[in-house]
């Protein structure tokens, strides 16, 4: 069993700045990460470029910080997440992939079979060149933001949800392309709320989506709730 408990800092952090580098983070079930403040409770980060691997069956607490975050200047970043992730008041999950001066597209994506809950977005996925990804068949609960987001400047966007999804006070699942598709499926449980005890909210659609071509498919299992 492994438990880091960082107070003011960032539980575990791992950065390539100079060079760029693959970079591949394992954390098992037996694994428990809390911290206040810093970074987060894993924080992974290509300066240069380079490719991201996480996965993480560990169960990690978050104050003052996104929980989980993996973020690439010139590559790909893929999160799978088994464990309980939980941000007291920012990101569950946030990956993002960006080539910066490149030409060269690359997928950024977060698969979910866990438990996520955070104040601000659940999870978070954006590319700026390439096709941002959720699937998620866990438990995604956000008490201010959306459950799940996926942002593309130049690509596709996608989520799949088979799982359960819970915004307490704004957009339950939202995919935007801004020169690409977007593609909803859901066969899980999507309920957005509105909580006045949370403050205004500008809207709590269950599923939101906007691209060049939209498609929006809710199977005979889907519930949307709103």
Same mark, same amino acid.
């Given at each position: 069993?492994? #438990? ?18 693959? +970079? ?11 911290? =206040?403040?810093? !970074? ?6 290509? *300066? +240069? ?5 996480? $996965? ?12 989980i ?14 464990? =309980?992730?939980? !941000?007291?008041?920012n ?9 910066i ?7 950024? %994506?977060?698969?979910?079979? /866990? ?25 995604? $609960? %956000? $008490? ?8 593309? *400047? %130049? ?20 995919a ?7 593609t ?8 957005? *709320? ?6 205004? #909210? $500008? ?6 989506? %906007? /691209?060049?071509?939209?498609?929006? =498919? ?9």
């Amino acid at each position: 069993n492994t #438990s880091v408990v960082a107070p003011g800092n960032g539980a575990i952090n791992v950065s390539s700045q100079a060079l760029p580098a693959t +970079i591949t983070v394992n954390l098992g079930s037996d694994v428990s990460l809390q911290n =206040t403040g810093g !970074s987060g409770g894993l924080w992974v980060r290509n *300066q +240069i470029g380079g490719d991201i691997v996480v $996965t993480s069956g560990a169960t990690i607490t978050s104050t003052g910080s996104d929980a989980i975050t993996a973020t690439s200047n010139a590559g790909s970043v893929s999160i799978t997440n088994t464990g =309980t992730v939980t !941000s007291t008041d920012n990101r569950g999950i946030y990956a993002d992939g960006s080539p910066i001066g490149g030409t060269t597209a690359v997928p950024v %994506s977060v698969n979910n079979s /866990g438990v996520v809950n955070a104040y601000l977005a659940g999870i978070r996925v954006i590319d700026y060149l390439g096709t941002a990804s959720i699937q998620n068949s866990g438990t995604v $609960t %956000s $008490t201010t933001r959306q459950g799940l987001i996926t942002w593309s *400047q %130049s690509g596709d966007v996608s989520i799949d949800n088979s799982g359960s999804v819970l915004a307490r006070n704004y957009i339950g699942v939202q995919a935007m392309a801004d020169a690409g598709n977007a593609t909803v499926v859901n066969s899980g449980y999507i309920e957005a *709320q509105r909580d006045t005890s949370l403050g205004a #909210s $500008t809207t709590n659609q269950g599923i939101a989506a %906007s /691209g060049t071509n939209v498609t929006v =498919t809710n199977t005979a299992t889907g519930r949307v709730i709103a």
